[in-house]
């Protein structure tokens, strides 16, 4: 008999806890949907170490919303690790670009490839283009560039639509070099993830182009000349 009484009072006490995590969701939830009406709630996960809420929502910022939704803080969440500061908010940016597969990108491959970078990049961005024209120097380099599509002035601008024709051309890689040097390209349709990306470039901070994010998690938010992104890769 006490062996069962334990375990109905374990699960008791786990559905308890259950419950209160449901409500304080349904909280956060609730007061976001309130306060922040122009965004739609991506997802919701209680963070285990601060007993915060991790609020992604769609196109926005990620907040960091206190149980019963009273308040939150919008920017990166740091773990500090005895003398080590971590930036969990710029690794969880990190795990969603690399959750991508390649062949989604327009991949410009280094043959003795030490790291990579993934960039957010339109195609009449200045700093863009500055950086294209590293491109041979950064795989020299041994660093592998990746571009996502991130077209600024949103889904269905003529850059939008110059990105689709790049991404559903016969060579997306030479159209893009193409684009950057201000030629036109002709019209392609395909299934596309040109629009995802821009989404997804808002959802991890993105505000303008080109952003570069490195493999050891990174954000750089604007044009770093190749040697200094080496440097910034331990190259």
Same mark, same amino acid.
């Given at each position: 008999m006490g062996y069962v009484a334990k375990?109905?009072?374990?699960?008791?006490?786990?559905?308890?806890?259950?419950?209160?995590?449901q409500a304080g969701e349904q909280e956060v939830r609730t007061a976001v949907a309130n306060a922040l009406p122009q965004y739609a709630v991506e997802s919701i996960e209680q963070h285990s170490g601060?007993?915060?809420?991790?609020?992604?929502?769609?196109?926005?910022?990620?907040?960091?919303?206190?149980?019963?939704?009273?308040y939150f803080i919008a920017g990166d969440?740091?773990?500090?690790?005895?003398?080590?500061?971590?930036?969990?908010?710029?690794?969880?940016?990190?795990?969603?670009?690399?959750q991508l597969p390649e062949s989604e990108m327009i991949?410009?491959?280094?043959?003795?490839?030490?790291?990579?970078?993934?960039?957010?990049?339109?195609?009449?961005?200045?700093?863009?283009?500055?950086?294209?024209k590293e491109v041979e120097e950064l795989?020299? /380099? !041994?660093?592998? =560039?990746?571009?996502?599509?991130? %077209?600024?002035?949103g889904v269905g601008s003529e850059s939008y639509n110059q990105m689709v024709n790049i991404w559903c051309s016969d060579d997306p890689k030479q159209w893009m070099t193409n684009a950057k040097l201000g030629k036109e390209v002709p019209d392609n349709?395909?299934?596309?993830?040109?629009a995802s990306q821009f989404r /997804? !470039?808002?959802? =991890?901070?993105?505000?303008?182009? %080109?952003?570069?994010?490195?493999?050891?998690?990174?954000?750089?938010p604007g044009y770093l000349p190749a040697q200094e992104l080496a440097k910034e890769l331990n190259l």
């Open positions: 375990s109905v009072s374990a699960v008791a006490l786990t559905l308890i806890g259950m419950t209160q995590v601060s007993g915060l809420y991790v609020v992604t929502l769609d196109n926005g910022p990620i907040l960091h919303v206190t149980p019963n939704g009273e969440m740091f773990q500090i690790d005895g003398k080590n500061l971590i930036n969990e908010t710029e690794q969880k940016k990190l795990a969603k670009i690399e991949v410009y491959k280094a043959e003795n490839e030490k790291a990579h970078i993934s960039v957010f990049t339109d195609i009449s961005c200045g700093y863009c283009r500055m950086l294209h795989n020299d /380099l !041994g660093i592998t =560039v990746r571009y996502l599509a991130y %077209p600024r002035a349709k395909c299934t596309n993830p040109v /997804l !470039g808002n959802s =991890v901070g993105v505000r303008g182009t %080109p952003s570069i994010i490195l493999d050891n998690g990174k954000f750089i």
